[in-house]
Nanobody
């Protein structure tokens, strides 16, 4: 069982930056692949980025590639999402998720956080 708590959301102007954090409970954090997803009002939840257990492999949605960076610190049981050059269309609730298994994936996540709101004004 893994519990996830996101933080770092907020209101930012277009072109600005935010860094989201996701703190995980448990002593087996390094055995989980991690991901970030988002859901905008009236839309389905969509994949944003994912990272393997070691941090050696990452994958991104095309819409955020080159602007967002996912990373993790297994010693701190934390995964991060650095978001730069933010656009109004990045406005959404951002969710952290954990997937049993070591390898990066866009699907198959078992545990989810409660989400953190990111709002980008134009």
């Amino acid at each position: 069982q893994v519990q996830l708590v996101e933080s770092g959301g907020g209101l930012v102007q277009a072109g600005g930056s935010l860094r989201l954090s996701c703190a995980a409970s448990g002593r087996t954090f390094s055995s989980y692949a991690m991901g970030w997803f988002r859901q905008a009002p009236g839309r389905e939840r969509e994949f944003v980025a994912a990272i393997s257990w070691s941090g050696g492999s990452t994958v991104y949605a095309d819409s955020v590639k080159g602007r967002f960076t996912i990373s993790r610190d297994n010693a701190k049981n934390t995964v991060y999402l650095q978001m730069n050059s933010l656009k109004p269309e990045d406005t959404a609730v951002y969710y952290c998720a954990a997937r049993q298994g070591l390898w990066v994936s866009k699907t198959g996540y078992d545990y989810w956080g409660q989400g953190t709101q990111v709002t980008v004004s134009s």
